[in-house]
């Protein structure tokens, strides 16, 4: 779920997600995009990316629809966003991603549930919008890693 509300300095980069999403459609998973509206123009780069071999589902659900597809899928990586608490409470297979928010005060709450945050020393700092411009408590975590700690993620 590519998607933050909050804003980009919750966001993972388009371009690291069409890069998992890549090695995943590689090994014959299917790849649904969720978020709202808002979110449509980053989830339809990371389509774009991937030859639109994923399925665009960015505002074209509502919320209830968004919650039963997620009850459907096998697992999830997510920024810290509604949705992946959603899928965290659907106990699902789940990699989150924190960069401007702190999981410690908003941990995905499930077993199942992997955090990949970098603790930089300028992070948490609960910013929309990052001040120093660099969003590197995101942008620094690389695909390779979200691929790594994938492991626990069905093949």
């Known amino acids: 779920m590519s998607g933050a509300e909050y804003g980009e300095a919750k966001r993972w980069p388009a371009a690291h997600y069409a890069q ?91 077993a199942n549930a992997k955090i990949i945050s970098l603790g930089l020393d300028c992070s948490p700092c609960f910013k929309r919008q990052c001040p120093l411009g660099h969003t590197r408590c995101l942008v620094d975590i690389t695909p390779q890693q979200v691929i790594e700690e994938s492991s626990l993620l069905p093949d």
């Open 20 to 110: 998992v999403a890549k090695m995943r459609l590689h090994a014959g998973w299917q790849v649904w995009l969720f978020g709202s509206q808002k979110d449509a123009a980053v989830a339809a780069q990371i389509n774009q990316l991937n030859d639109n071999r994923c399925v665009d589902l960015s505002g074209k659900t509502s919320i209830t629809e968004a919650i039963d597809l997620l009850a459907l899928a096998d697992a999830v990586i997510s920024n810290d966003s509604g949705l992946m608490h959603v899928a965290a409470a659907l106990n699902k297979k789940l990699i989150a991603l924190y960069g401007s928010s702190d999981p410690r005060f908003t941990p995905p709450l499930n």
